[in-house]
């Protein structure tokens, strides 16, 4: 089984950051934090084995560009997906509850 490699765009960790943040500043919780990016970054990290195993999203223009997501808790994480050089772009991590389609015009 061919691995991929995954790289986390700038959008992505300012989207990382700006979540780590909230977290700990707003909600006073550093831990949930840590807990957090752990687990977003473990599931980021398992798309280098089968990536295009999560379906491509319906929404247009991007799900005919190939746009995917998976849901970690209550974020998503929308990413594409290089088959020819095998390499997956983390494009975007938007919380759930958010307007997704908004939030995709904004960042993709």
Do not use: C
Not at 34 to 55: C, D, F, W
Not at 69 to 85: A, H, L, S, T
């Amino acid at each position: 089984m061919e691995s991929y490699d995954v790289h986390v765009t700038p959008i992505a960790r300012e989207h990382l950051e700006s979540i780590r943040h909230y977290l700990t500043y707003e909600l006073k919780s550093s831990v949930a934090a840590r807990k957090l990016l752990i687990l977003l970054k473990e599931n980021i990290g398992r798309l280098a084995v089968m990536p295009t195993s999560y379906r491509v999203i319906d929404e247009e223009p991007w799900g005919s560009q190939g746009v995917r997501k998976i849901r970690v808790k209550n974020y998503y994480i929308y990413y594409w997906v290089d088959e020819p050089n095998l390499e997956v772009f983390i494009l975007s991590i938007i919380y759930a509850k958010r307007n997704q389609r908004q939030e995709l015009i904004k960042y993709l």
